[in-house]
């Protein structure tokens, strides 16, 4: 909230104006608080109300959940009902002393004004007089002057008038002490009200814990660990040096950052939007509440850019505001109706330092039984690349779904068992770069930080669920360089594999596969350019047909015939062998993989994709 | 199973019961509660920041409330998902 400055004394000299401010609206404040009190108490009493009948409507395990989280809600809200009692409390009383103080200063400032006034007039009128200053005690004519000039009337005159100013004088000094008593006693209405709103009742138990200054990580985790869910929040809120700490240390503490999210609850929202820059890609984080915090990000951002180019008066500069604005849509574009779109989309990563990078979330990504990686390969960036990525991301989604439903899940279920992040977490390289093993490998430090904030939630919220990652050409590099380190991964699936850095050998939970069309050329140009031998000559790694074949549903018992996969860019494509393929072992269901056929029943290609030509 | 003796009926009321009880807590406009014209600088930014507070509190309530109206609505869909599926099996029988 902004505090505007009050305004200036209007009396002329240096004593602010005691009365000062608008006790209407203080008023109207405390009226608010005092509503919102009865509102909580309203809140309290129904809470007792769903407490006292739900025992006699329902049981069991959920039941006694619904019942503790319900009763949980009341010393939070006991706390607010106070909070709002002491405000209202506070403000009344202030406006009732800054009232009587303006009634009191009211009559001093017009006797002051006053006084003022006639000074001005009587030195005027004293100033017209022939009379030197100050006015001498006893009239003396002056020896030799001529009539008129200088007369005892003259003199008793300016006499009087010095009286007067006299008298005024003193007025305005009486006056101006009185004012400037009632200025120490607003200044100490002033401190008891401020007092009163900053005391603990006013602001809750939080508020009376020590100073933080100087705490380590952990110090800082117990410390929070030790409050209730709601004052941790709002302590975190208000101590935005604990948060960067935390932050310092991710995403190595990725584990401990999950925990303190989960004990916060409902909180996690509030410090996402207070503190949107840091929660936003803050690894441990809920995937829910960095969503939240990257939206605020990027429409922060749109708004800056659109000033820029507003303002901007070279032609370099309004095409460097027209690119990032485009850019910046296109994350608009991908996230459509958000979280109230089907499956729900949420912003999950976004880094706006220097090149924009981002990722975008299909589905629950913290609770979904699947979850998984698409990684891409070169030229795939935000600018050029967002939408299309995201679709062929979407369309791994929904094949996941489709194959979860045909081996007999319900479809609404199945649509919430599955969640796929459309990754474009790295600089990937151009065709100038692309040979070279250096944007993998800092691209698989993003990615492992990114997968360790992923599986730091899931480790609470779906220990059993599964994690895959699919990656793409010179993304397949990536990826197997980062999960040479055992990052928990159950399955790597590389498609048209730009190759694998010597050395960067994965380690994986269930399984590493890899595929590549016949007539995909750039998969074996990334290969032998950057001196990266295929995937497929590891021994570890399994190979899974991108060619047409068909498989058993189980729900149907039926055959079902999928396309081959053609060219460096239609591993995504609807209906491909490899997009069907990818999307079985990801959930889990090798058994679902594709028998080829031969070569002569398979059909022409499918279609060219926006990315045709990546690596 | 003890969870089954509840009815679809009695989590649709619980849920909108919850549903009041956010509306309870909803926050209101900053604007409304802004301090800034009260002629104190001190009393103005100790006002604004509780008034700051009580509005994050307010949200965390408000969505506590509409978290646990979720769960009863999601355990209604179960309950009903899980009553058809008994109707469809009895109607196999």
Known sequence: ?615 | MADLSISGEYLDSLRSQFTALAAFTSTEDDAAVDHSSCGSDLVATAGNQTATLQLSRASIASLNAMALSEHAGTTSVEIAALDASLAKAAGDK
């Not at chain 1, 990684?375 to 939408?387: A, E």
């Not at chain 1, 977490?425 to 990114?450: C, F, H, M, R, W």
Request: a negative charge; aromatic letters at 6%.
């Open chain 1, 1 to 615: 909230m902004t505090i505007v400055n009050p305004s200036p004394f209007t009396l002329g000299y240096d004593v602010p104006d005691p009365g000062k401010g608008d006790t209407a609206h203080l008023r109207a404040i405390a009226t608010s608080r005092t509503t919102n009190a009865g509102r909580v108490g309203d809140a309290i009493a129904l809470i007792s109300t769903i407490t006292g009948d739900l025992p006699s409507h329902w049981t069991g395990y959920a039941a006694s959940m619904n019942l503790n989280a319900t009763q949980a809600l009341v010393p939070d809200l006991t706390v607010l009902k106070a909070s709002y009692e002491k405000h209202a409390e506070a403000l009344t009383t202030y406006a009732t002393e800054v009232e009587r103080i303006r009634d009191a200063a009211a009559p001093q400032a017009a006797a002051y004004t006053s006084a003022s006034d006639d000074i001005v007039g009587w030195r005027s009128q004293r100033d017209y007089i022939e009379v030197g200053y100050p006015t001498p005690r006893e009239y003396t004519p002056i020896i030799g002057a001529p009539p008129g000039l200088y007369e005892e009337a003259d003199w008793e005159r300016a006499v009087a008038l010095d009286g007067y100013i006299d008298e005024a004088e003193a007025t305005m000094a009486t006056a101006k002490a009185a004012l400037e008593a009632l200025v120490a006693d607003r200044a100490a209405a002033d401190k008891t009200c401020a007092d009163a709103l900053s005391s603990s009742e006013a602001r809750g138990p939080f508020s009376t814990v020590e100073s933080s200054d100087g705490l380590s990580q952990k110090e800082i985790l117990d410390l929070l660990d030790g409050m209730s869910p709601t004052e941790a929040t709002l302590y975190l809120n208000s101590h935005p040096d604990l948060l960067n700490a935390l932050a310092d240390g991710n995403p190595d503490n990725a584990d401990a950052i999950a925990k303190l999210w989960t004990s916060l609850g409902a909180g996690g929202t509030e410090v996402a939007k207070d503190h949107p820059d840091v929660v936003g890609n803050l690894e441990g984080a809920s995937s829910f509440d960095r969503g939240i915090a990257n939206k605020i990000v990027l429409d922060r951002e749109l708004a800056s850019a659109q000033r820029g180019l507003d303002s901007a008066t070279t032609p370099a500069d309004k095409e460097r505001f027209r690119t990032r604005l485009e850019t910046l849509n296109n994350i608009v574009d991908s996230l459509g109706a958000g979280m109230t779109a089907k499956p729900p989309r949420s912003l999950h990563s976004l880094d706006t330092s220097g090149q924009v990078l981002a990722s975008v979330v299909y589905g629950d990504l913290d609770n979904a039984d699947h979850a998984s990686y698409n990684v891409p390969g070169m030229n795939t960036n935000v600018h050029d690349s967002m939408t299309n990525w995201g679709k062929d991301s979407k369309r791994f989604y929904d094949e996941q779904v489709n194959l979860l439903i045909a081996d007999g899940m319900d479809a609404a279920e199945a649509q919430k068992q599955v969640a796929v992040v459309s990754w474009i977490g790295y600089d990937t390289p151009n065709p100038l770069t692309v040979g070279s093993p250096i944007q993998a490998i800092i691209g698989a430090e993003k990615l492992q930080a990114s997968i360790e904030g992923t599986t730091a939630q899931r480790d609470i919220h779906n220990p059993s669920g599964t994690l895959g990652v699919v990656a793409h050409s010179y993304g397949s590099t990536t990826a197997m360089a980062a999960l040479s380190k055992d990052m928990d991964v159950d399955t790597l699936v590389t498609y048209g594999s730009a190759g694998e850095i010597i050395g960067s050998h994965p380690e994986l939970n269930d399984g590493w596969y890899q595929t590549e069309s016949p007539d995909d050329p750039w998969a074996k140009i990334g290969q032998i350019t950057g001196g990266r031998p295929s995937p497929a000559l590891d021994p570890s790694s399994q190979s899974l047909d991108s060619q047409s074949g068909y498989w058993e549903n189980p729900s149907t018992h039926k055959l079902e015939y999928v396309e081959s996969a053609h060219t460096h860019s239609g591993y995504m494509v609807k209906d491909t062998a490899s997009l069907h393929n990818m999307a079985a072992v990801t959930i889990g269901k090798p058994e679902l993989i594709s028998t080829p056929v031969g070569p002569a029943l398979a059909p022409g290609p499918l279609g060219s994709s926006p990315n045709d030509g990546a690596l």
